[in-house]
């Protein structure tokens, strides 16, 4: 697991939302901890200057400046903000949008939760036996997620703390710092805004060339690529995902498919302009193609522009920041030059517009990291497979194959607000029996409430365990066990027998021999059930936080069968069940950029009351009489036929099943 703050486990199961339920106050609006202009200030009161940790004291990050920090607090702020640790130099304090890669939040949160989190230098903060409590490290956070601004108010963080904040506004996070030169470049997304309480999926395009910034032992083979090793996102908070699209098809940046250029920012705001002239705009402007409302940029740009639903982009997020590193010895590579095509899709709960911007890092790949290119998993196969009926739960399956010697060292999932878990596990589970037979399913639900993926029979997946079969035709040779000595000798590398490294530690012991030995003079005893417990690989709680697991050892899949080769994923919806309030309504959902028969947007008809028989079937053919089927009693006029059945879409009133992840193909 990476060492770099996503330490996970499975007890993190409802971890936010029970931090947020202890921090939501008894009372709303009664100020008990304080009135304050902005977040940050809100922090610097109940955390830093708090007299249960003395932050601030004069032997601690006060005239001490232990660490080499100050926390007070005329300079707290610029001192923690993108601003490097002196005791971890490989993290910044704090890294705008990016809880898991700043030092602050890993320093706290150790101290709080010491079985989730680790502090990189070894110690929590703070010091001595004071820890921070849940609901000041969920203001934290909130805080760090949503941009780590100066000023502004953070949605949620008043409640946490019961403080009293102005309404909050859209937020414009600190750009990211470009890496420096002859190290990497940065691409910019030209700036779009996004109106007052609402929500739009848009689609433009950009030029970008960093050919003059890319050293010739960071480019391609022609040499008109150029390798990174690392992708750094960064977006200002309003933003639900950002996909970022190369276009390879035969169109120039000149042709009028691509709809109107202008200046986006500075001094030439709104000028038209020409995407190849990058100077034009000045430096404080970006030349962009005018947004175009759009679900994943379908039917936008010349007919060769190839994306669609299942377009998965070259980079992206679904956070405020993200990071992508890439495993040892694994690089990804993009043009010198060419035309970008942005699918960004924000919502802006505030009484005010804000605007939209991205700044995209990319740390060039030296030239001992060149060697396997990193692939991603992006299986929209099953995107809209759930149908949840108003006030109950689904879960869904499916099984993604992945190619013969994938290394897998990154998992992540994506979903939309209904979605409350998603799980995945090695190899195929299926039904073993039953009306499901055959069908994916996840071997430990279900849920109290939620319908069995496999009524009348289990959920299985069969392995053959490793035993040095270093072809895999289940049976040990002489040979075979003599690769595994080789390796355990360390003159072989241990991909030359994948089979003999039992525990996949990377190599071969005397007890892995033993097992090879003796498999090699009994024979095989055939394939066994996976235990769930060990095929459970990652689970996520949070829709618009997702985690981000890492695996170093990456998890390797050499063998030639598919169904070795599996992974099952599933999450769970839940359309009002346990709160009737979150049903799917009709009158509240918005109706999609881009519509589609069938996914997404106000239902036909709504199906059940949310108000006066709330839950109750809906009854009548027109909407007056089904208003007044709901009615708590005949003629009272308070009934509502406004639930619907949750299903797929683009919106965050509908729902999406996407596995995400990243690996690289090593063959022996």
């Known amino acids: 697991m990476n060492g770099r703050g996503r330490k996970w486990r499975g007890c993190v199961v409802g971890l936010w939302g029970l931090i947020a339920t202890l921090g939501t106050p008894a009372r709303a609006h009664d100020c008990e901890g304080g009135e304050f202009s902005s977040t940050f200030e809100m922090i610097q009161n109940a955390i830093f200057e708090n007299p249960n940790y003395n932050c601030t004291n004069q032997i601690c990050h006060g005239a001490a400046k232990a660490g080499g920090l100050d926390l007070r607090a005329d300079v707290a702020y610029e001192n923690l903000v993108d601003v490097t640790g002196q005791t971890a130099p490989a993290y910044r304090r704090v890294m705008a949008g990016q809880k898991n890669e700043s030092l602050l939040w890993l320093n706290l949160a150790s101290k709080t939760y010491p079985a989730l989190w680790t502090a990189?230098?070894?110690?929590?903060?703070?010091?001595?036996?004071?820890?921070?409590?849940?609901?000041?490290?969920?203001?934290?956070?909130?805080?760090?997620?949503?941009?780590?601004?100066?000023?502004?108010?953070?949605?949620?963080?008043?409640?946490?703390?019961?403080?009293?904040?102005?309404?909050?506004?859209?937020?414009?996070?600190?750009?990211?710092?470009?890496?420096?030169?002859?190290?990497?470049?940065?691409?910019?997304?030209?700036?779009?805004?996004?109106?007052?309480?609402?929500?739009?999926?848009?689609?433009?395009?950009?030029?970008?060339?960093?050919?003059?910034?890319?050293?010739?032992?960071?480019?391609?083979?022609?040499?008109?690529?150029?390798?990174?090793?690392?992708?750094?996102?960064?977006?200002?908070?309003?933003?639900?995902?950002?996909?970022?699209?190369?276009?390879?098809?035969?169109?120039?940046?000149?042709?009028?498919?691509?709809?109107?250029?202008?200046?986006?920012?500075?001094?030439?705001?709104?000028?038209?302009?020409v995407p190849t002239e990058l100077a034009f705009c000045g430096a404080d402007g970006l030349c962009g193609a005018d947004p175009v409302r759009s679900i994943a940029c379908i039917g936008y740009g010349p007919a060769d522009s190839g994306v669609g639903i299942n377009t998965r982009g070259f980079s992206g997020t679904q956070e405020t920041a993200a990071a992508f590193a890439f495993a040892d010895n694994v690089y990804a590579e993009l043009p010198l030059k060419g035309v970008i095509m942005w699918n960004s899709h924000a919502f802006n709960l505030t009484d005010t517009a804000g605007k939209l911007e991205a700044w995209l890092n990319f740390d060039f790949a030296p030239p001992p990291e060149q060697q396997w290119a990193a692939e991603q998993i992006f299986d929209t196969s099953q995107i809209f497979k759930m149908e949840v009926p108003a006030f109950q739960t689904q879960e869904v399956c499916n099984i993604h194959t992945l190619p013969q010697y994938a290394h897998l060292f990154e998992l992540s999932s994506h979903g939309h607000r209904h979605m409350k878990r998603w799980r995945t596990f090695v190899g195929a589970f299926r039904c073993d029996g039953g009306p499901n037979a055959g069908q994916p399913c996840d071997p430990i639900g279900p849920d109290p409430g939620t319908p069995e993926l496999c009524p009348s029979a289990r959920c299985t997946s069969l392995t053959w365990p490793r035993r040095g079969d270093c072809n895999f035709d289940h049976e040990v040779t002489v040979n075979e066990v003599i690769s595994g000595v080789n390796i355990a000798l360390e003159s072989a590398a241990v991909d030359s027998c994948l089979e003999a490294d039992v525990d996949n530690d990377g190599g071969v012991s005397i007890a892995e021999l033993v097992t090879a030995v003796s498999t090699a003079l009994n024979g095989q005893t055939g394939p066994v059930e996976r235990a769930p417990q060990d095929a459970f690989v990652y689970a996520s709680f949070v829709y618009n936080d997702p985690i981000v697991k890492r695996f170093d050892p990456a998890l390797v899949f050499s063998r030639p069968v598919d169904d070795e080769r599996a992974l099952t994923y599933c999450a769970l919806y839940d359309n009002g069940f346990s709160d009737p309030s979150e049903v799917k309504r009709k009158s509240t959902s918005p109706r999609p950029p881009l519509s589609i028969p069938g996914v997404g947007g106000p239902c036909p008809q709504a199906s059940h009351c949310t108000a006066g028989r709330v839950k109750d079937a809906c009854k009548g053919t027109t909407q007056n009489s089904r208003d007044a089927s709901c009615d708590s009693v005949a003629g009272m006029g308070d009934g509502q036929c406004d639930a619907c059945t949750l299903r797929g879409g683009v919106t965050t009133e509908d729902e999406m099943f996407l596995k995400l992840g990243q690996y690289y193909v090593k063959t022996p």
């Open 120 to 273: 990189p230098a070894g110690r929590g903060m703070p010091v001595g036996d004071g820890k921070l409590l849940p609901q000041e490290l969920e203001a934290l956070r909130l805080w760090i997620e949503k941009g780590a601004p100066k000023d502004g108010v953070i949605e949620g963080t008043a409640e946490v703390l019961d403080a009293c904040l102005p309404a909050p506004e859209p937020i414009e996070i600190k750009p990211l710092p470009p890496p420096a030169p002859g190290t990497g470049v940065q691409i910019r997304m030209p700036k779009w805004t996004l109106g007052a309480q609402s929500e739009n999926e848009v689609c433009f395009a950009s030029y970008y060339d960093v050919t003059d910034q890319v050293p010739a032992q960071f480019r391609g083979a022609g040499g008109t690529t150029f390798r990174y090793k690392r992708n750094d996102i960064r977006q200002d908070p309003l933003s639900h995902h950002l996909i970022v699209n190369l276009y390879t098809g035969g169109s120039t940046p000149a042709d009028p498919a691509w709809g109107t250029f202008r200046c986006r920012g500075g001094s030439k705001e709104g000028q038209e302009c």
